[in-house]
């Protein structure tokens, strides 16, 4: 079995930056497509961003596009979100997640998952 084990988190001000990783162990096989969604509160869970296994393909939610970032280095099993310009609207529990079929924005399509690091952005 894969577990997942987000960290990173934390309290930043406005236009501040942080980075989240995001820890997989336990029994791997390689996947295709990892991603990051966050929950605020008083919100519904919510697409950040996906990744390939190459890397070479990212996907980013609008609302953090051009100023986040996705990455992964399958040698450490890691995977990263750079948040940059962070903003009041981006503070939630951010969780990562491995993808299993379906579309990578729907949460639904993703088997494993962190239990979540919170980002909490003062404004």
């Known amino acids: 079995q894969v577990q997942l084990v987000e960290s990173g988190g934390g309290l930043v001000q406005a236009g501040g930056s942080l980075r989240l990783s995001c820890a997989a162990s336990?029994?791997?096989?390689?996947?295709?497509?990892m991603g990051w969604f966050r929950q605020a509160p008083g919100k519904e869970r919510e697409f950040v961003a996906a990744?390939?296994?190459?890397?070479?393909?990212?996907y980013y939610a609008d609302s953090v596009k051009g100023r986040f970032t996705i990455s992964r280095d399958n040698a450490k099993n890691t995977m990263y979100l750079q948040m940059n310009s962070l903003k009041f609207e981006d503070t939630a529990v951010y969780c990562c997640?491995?993808?299993?079929?379906?579309?990578?924005?729907?949460?639904?399509?993703?088997?494993?998952w962190g239990q979540g690091t919170q980002v909490t952005v003062s404004s």
């Open positions: 997640a491995d993808h299993s079929s379906g579309s990578i924005y729907n949460a639904q399509s993703y088997d494993y």
């Open positions: 336990g029994r791997t096989f390689r996947r295709y497509v």
């Open positions: 990744i390939t296994w190459s890397g070479g393909n990212a």
